[in-house]
């Protein structure tokens, strides 16, 4: 049984306990936080205890999940790692491209499995448009364009709803949430070239967080994808489209985060029309993606989101903040 230790008792520790704790192969062998508080009322919840020496509890373990604010990622991975413990990370990878390099390396040279838990890989919007697309289906991928806005955290400058908007932890929308966007549209598309993007925040009191983005991306196979994102919308609604030289799938939602319906057509004069269950939040994505680690591990296999799709999907958020402040493309 591979024994795991939770690092980080915020409120997206709670979905993945919980997944955790249908799967057989894991125990959940301890809960770490900087606040006791928290740590206590999970590891209560789920049969737990309170590790109060990380070191020590690190070294007695065969993986963590590290599901802190992003701004902490980078010190707790390069513990774990150093001890040789797996890494299941929430993403981002990091806030900076140097923490997201020398993770990624210190991942290579331990031979530790480290994953980024890009959710949205392991839900069936997802895998529906992915294999759709590999199929060939679609022909030639040309455009892929993203809609995702809503009331998200500072939503009417609300800001002690979540440590997104801490002004000791803020990292801003482009890097945290569109981790997950920009990864959705690469892991089937491929790379990017170049970036042109826009990107500002409605809190003058917090300037360090954004929360309103629109980015073109010329994706290396000749194809484009857009991405246009908002946590500052009184409206929520979200559109994945991916459109080829021979068909169209859509995957819609009317709420920020997930999708309730797919419809394709295609130039043959088929078409079809699909019900979602993608609610936010998705249990099953969660079970699923802490299953599909716990087999990388097991199995000695790498996750295909590991810490080089994490370093990736930083590099294209940070390039959008580049462009947006240096109002000019940006090539990657």
Not at 210 to 215: G, P, R, T, V
Not at 228 to 238: P, V
Request: charged share 20%.
């Amino acid at each position: 049984m591979l024994k795991t230790l939770i690092i980080g008792a915020g409120d997206i520790s709670c979905h993945h306990c919980a997944a955790l704790s249908k799967i057989k192969e894991v125990k959940l062998a301890g809960v770490y936080d900087i606040n006791r508080d928290n740590a206590e009322k999970l590891a209560s919840e789920f049969g737990s205890r309170v590790a109060d020496d990380l070191e020590t509890a690190i070294r007695d373990v065969d993986m963590v999940h590290l599901l802190t604010p992003p701004s902490a990622r980078a010190e707790y991975a390069t513990l774990a790692m150093r001890h040789g413990k797996h890494v299941f990370a929430e993403s981002p990878i990091a806030l900076s491209l140097p923490d997201a390099l020398f993770m990624e390396l210190l991942a290579e040279k331990t031979k530790v499995k480290y994953m980024v838990a890009f959710t949205q890989r392991f839900r069936k919007g997802y895998e529906l448009m992915k294999e759709t697309c590999q199929s060939g289906a679609l022909g030639d991928a040309v455009q892929f364009v993203c809609v995702r806005i809503g009331p998200g955290p500072g939503f009417d400058g609300k800001l002690s709803e979540s440590w997104r908007t801490n002004p000791n932890l803020v990292c801003g929308m482009s890097i945290e949430s569109l981790s997950n966007d920009i990864d959705f549209i690469t892991s089937i598309l491929g790379g990017v070239e170049d970036v042109q993007a826009s990107v500002s925040g409605t809190i003058a009191t917090l300037p360090a967080f954004d929360n309103n983005s629109s980015a073109v991306l010329r994706m290396k196979n000749g194809g484009s994808a857009s991405i246009a994102a908002s946590w500052s919308s009184a409206i929520a609604y979200n559109c994945k489209t991916l459109i080829g030289t021979k068909g169209t799938i859509t995957l819609f939602g009317d709420s920020m985060w997930g999708f309730s319906t797919a419809k394709a057509a295609f130039s043959d004069g088929t078409q079809w029309q699909r019900t979602l269950d993608d609610v936010f939040p998705d249990d099953q994505a969660y079970r699923r993606e802490n299953e599909y680690f716990v087999s990388c591990v097991l199995n000695d296999t790498q996750p295909h989101c590991g810490a080089t799709a994490g370093r990736e999907a930083l590099e294209i958020s940070l390039a959008m903040l580049e462009s947006s402040k240096e109002k000019r493309l940006v090539t990657l």
